[in-house]
């Protein structure tokens, strides 16, 4: 997530999530509060407005549900006291909303909606996605589906072999799946499947080739990288896969809601164990498993991640990174597997996030995706970073 917090040292709010509207003023002819009512009764899609200024300027935001009408946007370039008018955008695939009213917030209102109207996991994340987003079934679904088939061509491509120079790690995806596949690997069955896909997706993202960050960049493999092979192992389709992924998708709104992604604020707890608990959630649904299962699931993975720091090599987020990846895919299938067998989690899944969010916050900030803790200061890791900025400074110098 990126936000424009201010222009021109005026303070805004901009996330992307919204069809936006700057109205510039000029410098002493700053709009009335009662011309600014008038302007924004002009249309019914405007969701909020910001008045703000700074040093004699101001500016007036409008956040719409749709872009703004010529007509409109015509009476606003007729006032005096308006310099300049821009218009922008939404980046985000689903915009916000004040009027959006979803079923559920936590994991404890979900399990209280599971027990009460009995549905599955993929029901309860379809109900959520299609109030959240006002979608039909069908194009949340396919929206989710679309997501599935690019991170599946991604761990293909990983596999097949990557190939770029500015990185630390090189394609090992590879040779892993050749060990695994003539038997020099400890039999691990499904679990050596997941750990090539997660190497083929981390490849792929440090190859500068199309991820999608699931949660973040950083912890991009944990959750397709055990998801997919779990799939291909247990003979189910993309259809199968897709709801997987829209349930793990609605654990992660319970983190969003609760705590963060952001390693940089808590951790690669926020990122990779994060990650985990939406994957074992995942697994639960790929096997058929109930919702309170799921939310189990849930619960275990992210206790065995709690206070996982985050301290990247030579400032990459490759090492380590790629071991972190494969560690939450694995502990997930664990937690998956004991939550089906009817383990308990003991600590509900809402109360872990908290704790999640809690235990971040006391880390070090040393510890938090800075480099100036842990592996990051290692000698190795310093003499890779300065060997990687020699190699680009003798690049950048070659005519």
Known sequence: MVEIISIDDIPV??????????????????????????????TDIIESVTVSSGYGKGIILY???????????????????????????????????RNIKVPFNTASELAGIGKK????????????????????????????????????????????GTRYSDRILGYQSGKFEKARKKGNLIDAGLMNKIISSNMALMEVKSSMGLIVAAPTAGSCATLPGTLIPTADTLGLDQDDLTKAFLVA?????????????AAEECGCQAECG?????????????????????????????????????????????VPCLGKNVMGAVNALASANMALAGIDPVIPLDEVI????ETGKM????????????????PTSKRIEENLERKRKAKSIIP
């Open 13 to 42: 709010s901009i996330r992307g999530d919204y069809y936006e509207v700057l109205v510039h003023v000029a410098e002493g002819k700053e709009l009335t509060e009662q011309e600014v009512r008038l302007l924004t009764g002009q």
């Open 63 to 97: 956040k719409m549900s749709k872009p703004a009408g010529h007509e409109w946007l015509k009476s606003l370039e007729q006032k005096e006291s308006v310099t300049c008018i821009v218009c922008l955008e939404p980046v985000m695939p689903v915009l916000s909303s």
């Open 117 to 160: 109207k009995k549905i599955n996991l993929y029901d309860a994340a379809m109900l959520y996605e299609c109030h959240r987003s006002s979608f039909p079934e069908e194009k949340v679904f396919h929206m989710m589906k679309d997501i599935v088939v690019l991170l599946q061509e991604s761990v293909r491509k990983g596999l097949k």
């Open 249 to 261: 998708g609605m654990i992660g709104v319970f983190i969003a809601n609760g705590s963060t992604f």
């Open 274 to 318: 994060s990650a985990s608990g939406m994957a074992a959630a995942g697994l639960v649904q790929l096997a058929g498993g109930t919702v309170e299962q799921g939310i189990s699931a849930a619960s275990i993975a992210l206790q065995n991640t709690m206070g996982m720091t985050c301290d990247p090599v030579a400032n990459r987020v490759e």
């Open 354 to 357: 908290h704790a999640m969010d």
């Open 363 to 378: 880390l070090p900030r040393e510890l938090c995706c800075t480099g100036l803790g842990g592996l990051s200061l290692t």
